[in-house]
């Protein structure tokens, strides 16, 4: 099993990182640097908590006025590179938020994120002043440097997992996408996933608007395409009628049927936790003119009060002739992960097609 990442933080890892303190500020000890950061609380501490942790402890370790402290991890940062010096940016969060400060901690920031990222750390200053906040968003977008441009996106996503949330822009995301406005024809491909992720998020909250702005997008540009295509996943995989039809799905209803028929199947019919189900489908298309569809299965697994919550998982996506047949399988584990517990019951399983009901079948999960 890979080891936690919060793991990355060892004894060696402060005491290198503090010798590189103490190469430009002498009088910065590594041995008390790391035993002040790892004291008896570290161990019941998270990933970001202990993030928070190093970047408090040095700024009790670092000289007391901003700059200066600054001033010590520029000689170094050349040096700190990576995931694991998300401290950095964190350390700006911590320390630099007085008002007098602001131009300082902008510049650091910017300074910062292409080294680790400081996605998160520009939250707290997005909730504090987010017209100020944006306004700097909105220089970012500008930048030469890819990191800085993404940056401009990333920090700002309403739903930025691991950063805290803004509602703010839950609420009101115009001044977010105004500023995707700028990157939505971006050349970086790292900027570009960044653009994407943000308008999924939006399209959690404003959906309508999402797909609005994905028209006024679509056909520019491939860069762009390529942004709403991506943005508006979870829209399409939800089966918004304007969302299926924004990207060419074929149109399927009780009236007018995409799928003529289908089958599916699940072996072993009764399995216990940490087993593999072996799935087989079969659909034939209505006759005619050539059709886009997605074919999914979706489980409405159990959850530990009982009811179920229906996930779904893609199996094919692309453009088939009318009258078409397609089959196929597909193993699925039933062992627990970090993100799903299984619990056991009755669980149902259904080929899904352009967001339609095709077929179903169900497995006894036992414990």
């Not at 959850?303 to 229906?310: D, E, I, L, N």
Request: aromatic content about 10%; some cysteine; charged content about 25%.
């Amino acid at each position: 099993m890979a080891q936690p990442l919060k793991e990355m933080y060892t004894t060696d890892f402060l005491l290198w990182f503090g010798r590189r303190v103490q190469g430009v500020y002498p009088v910065f000890e590594p041995e008390q640097f790391a035993g002040q950061v790892m004291d008896e609380s570290w161990e019941g501490l998270e990933l970001k908590e202990r993030i928070r942790k190093i970047s408090t402890v040095l700024g009790e370790c670092l000289p007391p006025r901003y700059e200066d402290a600054l001033g010590i991890l520029y000689a170094i940062d050349s040096y700190c590179t990576g995931f694991p010096y998300l401290f950095f940016p964190d350390f700006v969060e911590v320390h630099g938020q007085a008002l007098e400060h602001w131009e300082l901690s902008m510049q650091a920031l910017e300074r910062f994120t292409s080294k680790s990222s400081a996605e998160f750390a520009v939250r707290s200053f997005l909730l504090r002043d987010p017209k100020r906040m944006m306004e700097q968003m909105t220089k970012w977008a500008g930048d030469s440097n890819e990191h800085v441009r993404r940056l401009a996106s990333e920090g700002c996503r309403p739903r930025l997992p691991w950063g805290q949330a803004l509602p703010v822009f839950k609420r009101d995301p115009e001044p977010v996408l105004a500023v995707l406005e700028l990157l939505k024809a971006d050349t970086s491909l790292y900027v570009r996933k960044s653009v994407a992720n943000n308008l999924n998020d939006i399209a959690k909250d404003h959906p309508q608007l999402v797909i609005q702005t994905a028209a006024r997008w679509q056909g520019n540009n491939p860069h762009t395409d390529w942004i709403i295509r991506h943005g508006c996943r979870t829209l399409i995989r939800k089966a918004v009628p304007e969302a299926l039809r924004l990207f060419g799905y074929s149109d399927t209803s009780a009236d007018e049927p995409l799928v003529t028929a289908a089958r599916l199947s699940a072996a072993p019919s009764a399995l216990q936790i940490g087993d593999i189900s072996r799935l087989e489908y079969e659909l034939r298309v209505r006759e005619g003119e050539a059709v886009r569809i997605r074919v999914e299965y979706g489980i409405e697994f159990v959850k530990a009060s009982g009811q179920t919550s229906r996930k779904l998982f893609l199996l094919t996506d692309k453009t088939v002739p009318g009258g078409q047949r397609l089959e196929g399988t597909r193993k699925h584990s039933w062992a627990d992960l970090t993100t799903r517990k299984h619990y056991p019951g009755p669980h149902r399983i259904v080929l899904v097609v352009n967001g339609m009901e095709a077929a179903h079948t169900s497995v006894l999960l036992e414990q």
